[in-house]
């Protein structure tokens, strides 16, 4: 099986203060790719201010994250260079 969905410790942290109703600023930066559009789009969504993102004319850094036999987890990550 295979998902997607937006995240990362930072963009996680920044969506639950703002449930608990803070207000929160991202700062960081996006590439200007299909990832980025939707990471900004996800932050915007959940009322995080976007206006400290910086969009970067690379890739966005993605994460994969491979579950083996009794949940334990293996992660592959790839960042902008």
Known sequence: MFSESNGGQGTNQAVA?????GDVSFIG????????DDGINMLKEQNVDISTIFRANKHTGVGFILLKNKSENCILMDGCP
Not at 29 to 36: A, H, P, S
């Open 29 to 36: 930066c996006l590439g200007n790719d299909k990832f980025g």
């Open 17 to 21: 203060v703002s449930k608990l109703g």
